[in-house]
């Protein structure tokens, strides 16, 4: 049987017998279920071309599209051209195709910073470092907010949270305003992501992996990235993908709370971890907080999902060596 993708091109092809040129013939398309259900149909008309061929062009998408079907519930698609022009399969001219609906894969790429072996106090215990991925080219990362200029402020509303404790969630504050400002409590915000868009002057959620990867190169004095740098990379089911960037952008426009303490709010290594469960791909221990902890997790837990790539391990790179010259 044919294995097409979602959104692969298709050319439905068949002779014509005893049917003129310019005459339209009958081309039927129909989708199925896994267990080869007819889900829905469409009937179409093709006019016979001057070598007798009559052509349907169409993608599997744009199918279901049409026929308002959900598009993960399509297993199979068959197409029918009449090329004898009588209103039948007939065995002689013409059969029925039959087509098996393969889903689509996305690469997802961790990039996790290991503390540097200098670090001491919180550094020391796991918490120095990050973690951040990418969807496709998609990058996203987590981190705090607590050391932008007195102006800027911060509407409550976007954080969903009650930044300067006053009891509500209505309010726009300012650094100043908010107490206990630090590491285990502060508005969140893309880390790397929003150095990036400065730079680049453009927003945080358009932000690439390859313009990420170009910054990890930069010198450690213009980014903060002194320690050990890996590249962590596996494919996934295209549903899957889907939803792990629907939770980033809906991080983005949430930035919530980021704290090192999971249970006060949530940082860099828990937003990736949560952005893969949604996707379920939730095979690394709750317990696992750190970036080094989640690498070990990566690379003995997570193997590809994706059809193309079924249970392949994933491929964990060095990109960037801790900087010697580095100085707590």
Avoid at 132 to 158: C, H, L, R, V, W
Avoid at 190 to 195: K, L, R, S, T, Y
Avoid at 292 to 305: A, P, Y
Wanted: hydrophobic letters at 35%; glycine letters at 6%.
């Amino acid at each position: 049987m044919i294995t097409k993708k979602l959104d692969d091109k298709i050319k439905l092809t068949a002779r014509t017998v005893n049917v003129q040129i310019g005459i339209e013939v009958k081309v039927i398309l129909k989708l199925y279920d896994e267990n080869k259900k007819v889900l829905a149909q469409k009937e179409y008309e093709e006019k016979v071309q001057e070598n007798t061929k009559v052509e349907k062009k169409f993608t599997v998408l744009n199918l279901t599209n049409e026929l308002n079907v959900d598009s993960s519930k399509v297993k199979y698609v068959s197409g029918w051209i009449d090329a004898d022009n009588d209103g039948e399969i007939t065995r002689e001219y013409e059969k029925e195709v039959w087509i098996e609906v393969i889903e689509g894969e996305e690469k997802i790429t961790i990039i996790i910073e290991l503390p540097h072996s200098k670090e001491t106090g919180w550094g020391e215990k796991g918490l120095a470092g990050h973690t951040a991925m990418a969807i496709g080219d998609n990058f996203f990362d987590y981190g705090p907010d607590y050391d932008q200029e007195k102006s800027k402020t911060f509407n409550e509303k976007e954080y969903q949270a009650d930044l300067n404790k006053d009891g509500d969630m209505d309010d726009s504050v300012k650094i100043d305003d908010i107490p206990d400002l630090g590491f285990h409590f502060a508005p969140g915000r893309p880390w790397w992501g929003e150095v990036l868009a400065n730079t680049l002057k453009k927003s945080a959620n358009t932000v690439t992996l390859e313009e990420a990867l170009l910054l990890i190169d930069l010198p450690y004095d213009k980014t903060n990235i002194y320690g050990t740098v890996y590249k962590i990379e596996f494919y996934v089911k295209k549903s899957q993908a889907d939803k792990m960037l629907e939770w980033w952008e809906n991080r983005y426009k949430h930035l919530k709370v980021y704290s090192v303490e999971p249970w006060t709010g949530e940082q860099c290594t828990t937003t990736v971890k949560e952005a893969l469960a949604y996707g379920n791909i939730d095979d690394i221990d709750w317990n696992t907080l750190t970036p080094d902890g989640l690498l070990e997790d990566l690379k003995t837990e997570i193997k590809s999902t994706s059809i193309q790539h079924k249970d392949e391990n994933a491929i964990v790179t060095l990109i960037k060596k801790e900087e010697e010259d580095w100085e707590p």
